[in-house]
């Protein structure tokens, strides 16, 4: 039991799924410590699962993209004006953030000046773009908890309380994943080189990369007749926009098409070619030679030139601190491009022998007992103990 006189009360917001996980994580493990803490705010199926009371559904905060947010502004606002006078009411011990910054920032501002203490969990990309963030992150929270050690670092620099807890999928991925065994539960052929395509999570990124990726493969077959494909698609519509693409690029190649499963895909390839994001630190983790491609529409890209300030773009590369992966960007985008960086890592065994050490050294710092990690961030701040 906990050493207060009260039970443990903390307000918790998270905005998709992948912050739905973490906060899953993170109310189990202070459940461990604190048996009876109460958790409220807004949280996903897992959350919930968990022991989180969700005062509004996660999917009314899950929009993407400039056209949705707008559309779905004064309904978020209002969602965020009335949990602040929720919380106002009913003061938690602490609020926690996880991810969803431009909800959960301003919200947690307004819970710290009135005495509330406040965590956020997963940092913004201010290390990367809009840097000017960091003095609204200082006014908005007493602690910052980051996935990655070059976060952390950031935040240190910048005089700002900060924990780098690693990431939990690195402490749930084992160092070495069995290809043959993922092969044979998705059905493929156990023998023979396969590549694994993966050309986003949203409808956008699918739109623009799948006709180069379709074309990449065809100028792979080309070269080696015998390589097989097998495409993981986030959702149906994901799919349906692939599926167009594939018939009107005629091609003949077999492509396995499957819904989900992106880390059963890469664990059974040999060489993998993706869509920036998430999904690249899921293939460097399951130790994976890949080649990053990264295209957005022309305008958000001639503004993300004037403003990011990272040499790298991919978190392969970012936590590396050196090229390990191709990333392929924008124009370059195209099919023979893509064709080539992938038959330079299936040529190329000993190049790949070498950037799987290094993943292996990146996946050993990452891995560091999140969920617990953080839940004693939490304790700390609150000046709890666990029992």
Known sequence: MSTSTHPLHVGIVAGEASGDLLGAGLIEALREQVPDAIFEGIGGPRMKEAGCFSLYPMEQLSVMGIAEVVRHLPG?????????????????????????????????????????????????????????????????????????????????????????????????????????????????GTNGELVALLPGSRADEVSRLAAPFIGAAAWCRGHKPDLEFVVPLANDRCRVLFEKELSASRTTIPMTLIEGRSLEAMAAADAVLLASGTATLECMLLKRPMVVAYSLSPLTYRIARLLVKTEYYSLPNLLAQQPVVREVIQDEVTADNLGRELMKLLDNPGHSAEVRAIFSEIHDDLRRDANHNAAQAVLDIVGRHGG
């Not at 710290?112 to 913004?124: D, E, N």
């Not at 963030?133 to 620099?157: G, H, N, Q, W």
Request: proline share 6%.
């Open 76 to 188: 978020l606002l209002s969602m965020r004006r009335e949990l602040g006078e929720h919380f106002l009411d009913n003061p938690p011990d602490i609020f926690i953030g996880v991810d969803a910054p431009d909800f959960n920032l301003a919200l947690e501002h307004k819970l710290k000046r009135a005495g509330v203490r406040t965590l956020h969990y997963v940092s913004p990309s201010v290390w990367a773009w809009r840097q000017y963030r960091v003095r609204k992150i200082a006014r908005s929270i007493d602690c910052m908890l980051t996935l990655f050690p070059f976060e952390e670092r950031f935040y240190r620099e910048q005089l700002l309380p900060v924990r780098c807890v690693g990431h939990p999928l690195a402490d749930l991925l084992a160092d070495d994943v069995d290809q043959a065994q993922a092969r044979q539960h998705l059905g493929l």
